[in-house]
């Protein structure tokens, strides 16, 4: 029963309820053990004998104190004093059967009840007033005599039943109220953790105090990041077997072709051999971008920091694909700004990202267009921009330009000329490594910009999130 988190927390409210309840009890014990109900009639049958007595004097009628005083003693059974300016009794109206009483000491101590005491020791409660003459009127009764039995049958017992009782019952009730408001949202939170790694799994109603709404919060959050990583899962499944299935069909038929002879000519056997070769290389170059991105996500790339000549960097590039573009009739040129500052990166690995960049400015770029690739210093870091004046890339598409196996003209998936859509989102990876980020910008039959910001004086991160 007490292995749930309800159970427990309903059992912590009651021990802790039963406990205040407890000390409230002893407290109240002992307040009822120092001023029982005994002693506050008797305070205040001494306080109106009082309030009778000081009233006749203060109002001067022709009676004297002294008989008055007696008359509210036997009426009261109290005893009645007066006491002169220098604490001398004037007037004692049980003179006769008891004790002489002292003027009462100045109290040391705070007790509910003034007491005190005659020559033989006897305890009386009193009550005085300073009279408008200077004398001191004193009513005072013998002190109650009870039991502790007696103070707990009839004072104490009544209370702690009556409202004791209540409180523990509507605490019970606030306690048990208090552990389902904590503990209900955390039986969702279990609920939808063993319904994983359902895909329909849906995120939980954040519910309950700050901490608890913290957690599912937190919940939540990791229910859309493991969805998406399934998905993300099955998608790659999906698209590598989509690109390997195209080479992998063209290699097994050419090789049937030569292996059951329909090649029969030399040049039927050079072209099966050639589509073999082109496209083992095509599915070769795919396995490698792949272990790249897994390294890439994993955190063990091989990249090392070290300063790059940016402009040098850029302007090899462009002499690289100069046969591609002459053959193409598209123009590059590169513009870096004055004193551009040098940049620690890993040389390769950014080559990597603009040379990809490049390929698919070209693939895209008409003849007699142009490629621009500049360089600047902005906001501590170093600005890379390569501008095509190509077609451009749809709104829709732009969002998704750097996930994996996304290629935005359908029409050229799986293409043999246009890869397989992984080299865009190894250059997102390689950039955010770097502690940068990359972006697009296009308009559809204006061209399109790829922008790579890269900080200066960042330490590489090989671990990408």
Do not use: C
């Not at 103070?151 to 389902?180: E, H, K, M, N």
């Not at 193409?328 to 390769?348: C, F, S, W």
């Not at 400015?361 to 921009?385: C, H, N, Q, W, Y």
């Amino acid at each position: 029963m007490l292995s749930s988190l309800r159970s427990r927390l309903w059992l912590s409210y009651a021990l802790l309820i039963f406990t205040a309840l407890g000390i409230v009890a002893v407290v109240l014990f002992v307040s009822l053990l120092r001023n029982p109900i005994l002693y506050r009639q008797t305070t205040e049958r001494l306080k109106a004998v009082q309030t009778v007595v000081a009233d006749r004097e203060n109002v001067s009628q022709s009676q004297p104190i002294s008989v008055s005083a007696q008359k509210a003693s036997r009426t009261f059974d109290v005893r009645v004093l007066l006491y002169s300016k220098d604490k001398q009794i004037i007037l004692d109206t049980y003179s006769e059967r008891n004790v002489p009483l002292l003027f009462p000491a100045k109290r040391i101590t705070l007790r509910d009840n003034p007491i005190m005491r005659d020559e033989n020791g006897a305890a009386w409660l009193y009550v005085s007033e300073k009279l408008p003459d200077s004398t001191y009127l004193v009513v005072a009764a013998p002190r109650p005599r009870i039991s502790i039995v007696n103070l707990f049958a009839d004072d104490f017992l009544p209370l702690i039943i009556q409202s004791g009782l209540i409180a523990l019952l509507l605490s019970l009730a606030v306690a048990f109220l208090f552990a389902r408001w904590i503990a209900d949202p955390l039986q969702k939170v279990v609920a939808a953790a063993r319904a994983m790694p359902a895909a329909e799994t849906k995120p939980v109603e954040s519910q309950g105090p700050h901490e608890v709404q913290e957690l599912t919060r937190a919940f939540n959050s990791m229910i859309a990041r493991t969805q998406a990583s399934q998905k993300s899962q099955r998608d790659f499944v999906a698209n590598v077997s989509h690109e390997l299935k195209t080479p992998l069909t063209s290699v097994q038929g050419f090789a049937q072709a030569l292996l059951d002879g329909t090649a029969d000519s030399d040049e039927t056997r050079q072209q099966a051999a050639q589509v073999i070769y082109d496209e083992s290389a095509r599915m070769h170059r795919m396995v490698l971008d792949l272990l790249d991105l897994a390294k890439l996500d994993a955190g063990t790339a091989d990249i090392t920091m070290s300063p790059v000549n940016l402009p040098a960097l850029l302007n090899s590039i462009r002499e690289k694909f100069t046969p591609q573009s002459q053959k193409a009739g598209v123009e590059i040129n590169v513009e870096v700004a004055a004193k551009l500052p040098r940049l620690a990166a890993d040389g390769d690995r950014l080559a990597q990202v603009f040379t990809n960049l490049v390929d698919n400015a070209l693939k895209f770029t008409p003849s007699g267009g142009v490629i621009l690739l500049r360089a600047e210093a902005r906001d501590g870091g170093i600005l890379v921009s390569v501008a095509d004046t190509g077609a451009g890339i749809p709104d829709e598409a732009q969002a998704h330009i750097f996930d994996r196996f996304y290629q935005a003209d359908a029409s050229r998936k799986g293409g043999r000329k246009h890869g397989a859509g992984l080299g865009l989102a190894i250059a997102h990876e390689i950039v955010q490594a770097h502690g940068g980020r990359i972006g697009v910008r296009s308009r559809l039959g204006e061209g399109t910009t790829f922008e790579v910001f890269l900080p200066l004086g960042v330490k590489i991160s090989k671990k990408v999130t």
